[in-house]
């Protein structure tokens, strides 16, 4: 159970465009999901909590504007990375915890390597 | 906010062998504290968790301690594998805002 699925796997775009990656929770409602940003042999960067119904929390430093999150229903939240550039190549992982309030294990989805050209 | 550092940032050993990562946290709120593995290209995966009024945790080869006065907590893995072989980050939680090490690459040589 408790399963975190994540679309597209991998994705590649040109500079200047705008690209929708997609977290689902496959059996389980999840009214807050969180999107990290990993670059090549980094930690895990929380960018933004994403809460369904309602604004997502971007941390310091993460252009809301330039990275849309919208977590419309509680089984799905989206990371739009809008005029994309080379520098936002990364993997970007999603992922949510299954069992309401108080401390849980995150449960990631596979990750969108994310690569602008 | 808080802050989790991690060491060492990479680690090698001998098949069978012990290995130790050690991480301290600063927000002394933080109450959950879960290791998680990945391997290249794959999602992070868990591999033990502890919760702060809890000392120590043992999960077969894996064992985590805590030690919240001095605000750091451990992974310990006995009889070391090659498939052991990844990156171990820590995390610290407080109400499930989690926030990571920088993580730990292991290398069990055969």
């Known amino acids: 159970g408790a399963v975190v699925s994540q679309h597209p796997s991998w994705v590649i775009c040109k500079s200047g465009t705008s690209v929708k990656i997609e977290c689902r929770s496959l059996?389980?409602?999840?009214?807050?999901m969180f999107w990290y940003r990993q670059f090549p042999k980094q930690s895990l960067m929380l960018m933004a909590t994403?809460?369904?119904?309602?604004?997502?929390?971007?941390e310091q430093g993460v252009e809301k504007d330039k990275f849309l999150i919208n977590h419309a229903s509680l089984t799905l939240s989206t990371l739009t990375v809008t005029s994309a550039h080379p520098e936002d190549s990364s993997f970007y992982i999603c992922?949510?915890?299954?069992?309401?309030?108080?401390?849980?294990?995150?449960?990631f989805g596979n990750g969108t390597r994310l690569t602008v050209t | 906010g808080e802050n989790v550092e991690q060491h060492p940032s990479t680690l090698s050993v001998q098949e069978g062998d012990s290995a130790v990562i050690k991480c301290t946290y600063s927000?002394?709120?933080?109450?959950?504290f879960p290791w998680y593995k990945q391997e290249l290209g794959k999602r992070p995966q868990l591999i033990i968790d502890?919760?702060?009024?809890?000392g120590e945790k043992k999960d077969q080869r894996i064992a985590v301690t805590l030690n919240k006065t001095a605000k750091h907590f451990s992974l310990h893995i006995t009889e070391t594998q090659p498939e052991d072989s990844a990156v171990y980050f820590c995390?610290?939680?407080?109400?499930?805002?989690?926030?990571f090490g920088a993580g730990t690459r292991l290398t069990v040589k055969p």
């Open positions: 994403s809460n369904e119904g309602s604004k997502a929390t971007y």
């Open positions: 995390a610290a939680s407080i109400n499930n805002d989690m926030r």
């Open positions: 992922s949510a915890i299954p069992g309401g309030p108080g401390n849980s294990p995150l449960h």
């Open positions: 059996d389980f409602q999840a009214t807050t």
């Open positions: 502890i919760r702060s009024n809890v």
């Open positions: 927000d002394s709120a933080s109450n959950y």
